[in-house]
């Protein structure tokens, strides 16, 4: 476990303007999906890693094929 603290306020301002721009434009052209920074992501197994990024985008395809909302 890497505890930190948490980034500061110029961090924060620039993460809402990206995932705002970022979402419009997704979602004006039927993208796929947005995702905020609460959200985990397996990316590896054995041992598992999970990453939480400020925001992330899934294509529309990826999304439809997810097996569940359940986990990482």
């Not at 995932?19 to 959200?39: M, P, Q």
Request: charged residues 20%.
């Amino acid at each position: 476990l890497l505890v930190m603290s948490p980034a500061g306020s110029m961090h924060g301002i620039v993460v809402v303007n990206v995932t705002f721009l970022l979402t419009r434009h997704v979602k004006d052209r039927h993208l796929g999906v947005i995702f905020g920074a609460e959200t985990g992501f397996k990316i590896q197994t054995n041992p598992d890693t999970v990453r939480a990024p400020d925001v992330a985008f899934m294509t529309q395809a990826r999304w439809r094929a997810r097996p569940s909302f359940r986990g990482f």
